[in-house]
């Protein structure tokens, strides 16, 4: 039980960013998260390994996936692992993570925390939170995911091609077709 609620409890640290600044952040978990991740987490600063958003190519018309469909696809689509915003008691860092969330967002970006020792990333993905009729508060969904594969799968979603894998000896878990992975993304981008 007490275990239960320290898995709950925000975790309170500061997040440096791929500009420099340092935002001091709550991480708040959305499930379980693993001894290994919430050590991570607690440490006294979280660096970000960058900003990322899918490049395609000039010549194609096709709209790109947004950053948020790519994370929840590639974490099985069970939702965020973590939920982060600044702290409210910290004005600098709600003014700072405001503007950059509204930059995220106009750009179609994610920030991007890699864990070497865990071979993961944390894909902090913008999202307007209600808080009230009309007001929006800036925060992020994380999604812990597999490294380097943000931009391999959203290149794989933006041209709706599947790599081809031949499995002779293990049954294959998990399939998509071109139109369960669309139904998917549109699922996906509905729920926003």
């Known amino acids: 039980m007490a275990n239960e609620a320290a898995q709950s409890a925000p975790l309170c640290t500061k997040l440096l960013m791929p500009d420099g600044s340092k935002l001091r952040v709550l991480f ?6 693993s001894p290994e991740l919430s050590r991570l987490l607690q440490q006294d600063i979280v660096r970000s390994f960058g900003q990322w958003s899918y490049a395609a190519p000039e010549h194609n018309t096709l709209p790109r996936p947004p950053p948020m469909a790519v994370a929840h696809v590639l974490a099985g689509e069970r939702g965020p692992d973590v939920r982060m915003c600044a702290d409210p008691d910290d004005a600098s860092s709600v003014a ?14 994610a920030v991007v ?33 597999p490294a380097h594969l943000l931009s391999l799968a959203a290149g794989v979603m933006h041209f709706s091609r599947l790599m081809l894998v031949f499995d002779l000896d293990e049954t294959l878990l998990m399939a998509h077709t071109v139109d369960s992975l669309a139904q998917r993304i549109r699922r996906v981008n509905a729920t926003r």
């Open 28 to 33: 708040k978990p959305c499930r379980p998260l």
């Open 96 to 109: 700072a993570m405001e503007a950059v969330h509204k930059a995220q967002l106009d750009g179609q970006q």
């Open 113 to 145: 925390v890699r864990f070497e020792a865990l071979d993961k990333e944390l894909v902090l993905v913008p999202v307007k939170v209600k808080t009230g009729k009309t007001t929006y508060a800036a925060a992020y969904w994380g999604y812990m995911v």
